[in-house]
């Protein structure tokens, strides 16, 4: 981080997590474990540095057309089968989430995520259990298929 932004007085931090600390995310419990600590952290530090004139947001991508996944190694899980999975998700350009990104900084949102669905699957989440319990399952299920044991 260049520069004090406390003593500075101003500034905005942008700490990257990932669409997987948004809520559970089954077959990648670590990841989301650690995906879940940012947002925990970033979110707290929004409100904790405003006194200082810090702003904090959270960026929570999903799936974003890189070369991170190609570049991934797959650990106990079948590396085709993953990518065979991937390629059946809307990737989201890199410069479509840099507008989505400065636009959430611009607003001072404290989670920024560009999933087009995450505001349905809070709801589901929040009003309907068991119906995203059924969901997640369902997700595991399908992750599993790439499993290798």
Do not use: W
């Amino acid at each position: 981080m260049e520069g004090n932004r406390k003593e500075q007085g101003f500034g905005h931090i942008v700490n990257t997590s990932s669409a997987a600390g948004m809520g559970p995310s089954p077959i990648c419990s670590a990841y989301s474990a650690t995906k879940h600590a940012v947002v925990g952290l970033t979110t707290s530090l929004h409100y904790e540095a405003k006194e200082f004139g810090v702003k904090v947001s959270t960026l929570c991508p999903s799936f974003v057309d890189t070369s991170i996944f190609e570049n991934a190694k797959a650990i106990n899980m079948n590396k085709s089968v993953i990518t065979q999975q991937l390629t059946k998700q809307k990737m989201m350009s890199s410069q479509k989430l840099a507008k989505i990104t400065l636009d959430g900084v611009h607003k001072n949102k404290p989670i920024i995520c560009p999933m087009p669905m995450r505001k349905t699957i809070d709801v589901i989440f929040t009003i309907f259990p068991p119906l995203h319990r059924s969901l997640m399952s369902l997700v595991c299920k399908e992750s599993r298929k790439a499993h290798i044991s």
